[in-house]
């Protein structure tokens, strides 16, 4: 795992590919949104190579600073169908949650589609529990 800390031709590609196995409502993210998550303070941007070197699978993780201490946020983790199965998910995921720790963190807050069964079964064997609380929405859409 690695955080990507330069937005190249090859991240672009590779969200282009990933995404669209995440959200077939959200379009991928250009250079410039890149741009934007890889320098902001607020995130982190995992990626996840194959035994060749090309990027098979990305986490974002947001870290901020509120009265009660660092919240870590896990976002948009997919990896590409082809090499799902091999660990990356979970890779991906133990790297974020040692960054959230290092960073001074307590919890590491995450959410999942229940239609997402293999995510959901990844997420409880490594060790997240399921909070009982409300999560709300306010679409800012019309």
Do not use: C, H, K
Request: charged share 25%.
């Amino acid at each position: 795992m690695s955080e990507a800390v330069d937005v190249t031709d090859e991240l672009v590609s590779a969200f282009a590919l990933l995404i669209p196995q995440l959200s077939s409502s959200s379009p991928p993210p250009g250079p410039d949104e890149l741009t934007r998550i890889v320098e902001s303070d607020a995130s982190v941007l995992l990626v996840a190579r194959d035994q060749r070197g090309a990027i098979v699978g990305t986490l974002t993780l947001a870290l901020f600073r509120v009265p009660t201490g660092v919240r870590a946020w896990i976002e948009d983790v997919v990896v590409d169908s082809g090499a799902r199965g091999a660990g990356i998910g979970e890779a991906l995921v133990g790297a974020a949650v040692g960054r959230a720790a290092a960073e001074g963190a307590r919890t590491v807050d995450l959410t999942s589609r229940p239609s997402r069964d293999a995510a959901n079964r990844l997420y409880q064997r490594l060790g997240f529990e399921t909070r009982t609380t409300n999560v709300y929405r306010y679409s800012l859409e019309t």
